[in-house]
């Protein structure tokens, strides 16, 4: 079974380091100020010749209130008329992004994130997705991966109607905890009621996927009231679940500096809360994929695990890996080929760009082949969980074990901890071994070192 797992306390606390969640290998971390507009351009010419299919992100940052615990591109305010010269500059940007590339090619993905992307009105909603149907080949037969993420609070019945007749059909629902005391140590008072309203509309209109997010680690969390939050969850029965580990990094991010660090639970504490999840979660029907997600057997990203075609990328494991990657909105990220590109995370500077006719293309990375190997072997290890030699020296024209001949003692270190197998011809990661997988890529991460690690979560 893929989604066996062993938990063995004594090998997390060794292996628990600080490192990246591999959305993308080089990470984000070596972006640089080198890539730019023409970079994209080139990129976009390739993708338009090769007529790849698309994955479409889109930014959306505005918040009408704060979690204290959030570390995403953000603008609060209860101003909604922001919103208005935001779509302005976005939709400046979606034409100035479409003329580049091929009308037919076709929109297999599309993501609305945030902020709260449901933070934009009725009539704003079919503002932007008429513009992006007029300028990008969006699906019109429900075959695709269209997914929007929702704050329960700012979501109806109607809103979810209004969605559907859009053309999404996956919902992503921020919940986090249950806990009233923990959600007002966050600032985000949320019932359980208001969350069944919004999975009973999405059900009822027959969106395909569910998919909830929990955060352990959070300020006044026990093991037991996460506990009953994750069976409170269950009885929902969502489609996909992610159980995120809570970093507490209030030099970073300065809403998190409202948080009383008194009050966080001990690295114990969240292993007990983590292992009870995943107790809970494996009783229930759920699958592990990997990385804190867990998927009901039927799901695609089950499906595709267990068919060895699921993939990794910014919107995290996919089964859309294949298609090109374009970020819309500020600060989002596009993958393209072998470039990586990321537009200015200030919504002023993005804003002023896009009002001169610039796109706001402030830093990326081209990859090199070395890059390419390294993020095929994390790819692999990440999703599947395994690796065999011969398929990355087919693919690269390498003797596997010669051109990581350096990295070979760490990895036999591994195997004698039971977190891997290393045989003749494969790696295998173990039950043991499947929490901390980071760990494991880890070794195969060029920059790693380079790097300070308190820039990343810890692996649990």
């Given at each position: 079974m893929l989604d066996a797992i062993r938990w063995d306390t004594d090998l997390i606390r060794r292996y628990d380091l600080a490192g990246p969640r591999y959305t993308s290998y080089p990470t984000a971390v070596q972006f640089n100020s080198q890539v730019g507009t023409f970079d994209l351009f080139h990129a976009l010419r390739d993708s338009r010749k090769a007529q790849r299919p698309l994955s479409l992100y889109v930014h959306v940052p505005f918040c009408a209130n704060i979690c204290y615990y959030c570390a995403c591109n953000k603008v609060i305010t209860k101003d909604r008329g922001r919103a208005q010269?935001?779509?302005q500059r976005l939709e400046q940007e979606i034409r100035l992004i479409a003329c580049h590339l091929d009308p037919t090619q076709k929109v297999e993905q599309l993501h609305f994130g945030g902020g709260t992307p449901?933070?934009?009105?009725?009539?704003?909603?079919?503002?932007?997705?008429?513009?992006?149907?007029?300028?990008?080949?969006?699906?019109?037969?429900?075959?695709?991966?269209?997914?929007i993420e929702i704050d329960p609070r700012e979501a109806d019945w109607s809103t979810m109607g209004l969605l559907r007749d859009l053309g999404f059909n996956r919902v992503s629902i921020g919940l986090q905890d249950l806990d009233p005391a923990v959600q007002r140590a966050v600032n985000r008072l949320q019932s359980l009621e208001e969350t069944r309203a919004v999975i009973d509309a999405a059900r009822t209109l027959q969106f395909r996927s569910i998919n909830i997010d929990l955060i352990y680690g959070l300020p006044r969390q026990t093991p037991e009231n996460f506990a009953r939050t994750v069976e409170e969850v269950i009885r929902l029965q969502p489609d996909r679940l992610s159980v995120f580990n809570y970093a507490h990094l209030p030099e970073r991010f300065m809403p998190q500096r409202r948080i009383n660090s008194n009050e966080l639970p001990t690295p114990a504490q969240k292993l007990e809360m983590l292992q009870r999840t995943i107790e809970q979660l494996i009783s229930a029907g759920y699958r592990y994929i990997g990385m804190d997600h867990f998927a009901l057997p039927d799901d695609e990203l089950a499906i595709a695990q267990e068919e060895s075609t699921l993939q990794r990328n910014f919107q995290g494991y996919t089964?859309?890996?294949?298609?090109?990657?374009?970020?819309?909105?500020?600060?989002?990220?596009?993958?393209?080929?072998?470039?990586?590109?990321?537009?200015?995370?200030?919504?002023?500077?993005?804003?002023?760009?896009?009002?001169s006719m610039q796109l706001a293309?402030?830093?990326?990375?081209?990859?090199n082949a070395d890059d390419r190997l390294r993020r095929a072997v994390i790819q692999q290890l990440i999703c599947h969980f395994s690796l065999e030699y011969a398929d990355i020296e087919q693919a690269f024209n390498i003797d596997f074990q010669g051109y990581f001949g350096e990295l070979w003692p760490q990895l036999q270190d591994m195997a004698k901890d039971g977190l891997i197998e290393l045989d003749r011809d494969r790696i295998t990661i173990l039950p043991a071994g499947r929490l901390l997988v980071r760990s494991v890529c880890m070794v195969f991460d060029a920059y790693l070192e380079q790097h300070s690690r308190q820039r990343f979560s810890r692996v649990i």
């Open positions: 010269p935001y779509l449901t933070f934009l009105s009725h009539d704003e909603l079919r503002q932007l997705m008429a513009h992006l149907r007029k300028h990008f080949n969006l699906l019109d037969d429900d075959s695709g991966d269209y997914g089964t859309h890996g294949h298609c090109d990657l374009i970020g819309l909105g500020v600060s989002a990220i596009s993958q393209i080929g072998d470039l990586y590109c990321q537009n200015s995370s200030d919504l002023n500077h993005y804003q002023n760009a896009l009002a293309t402030s830093r990326g990375l081209l990859c």
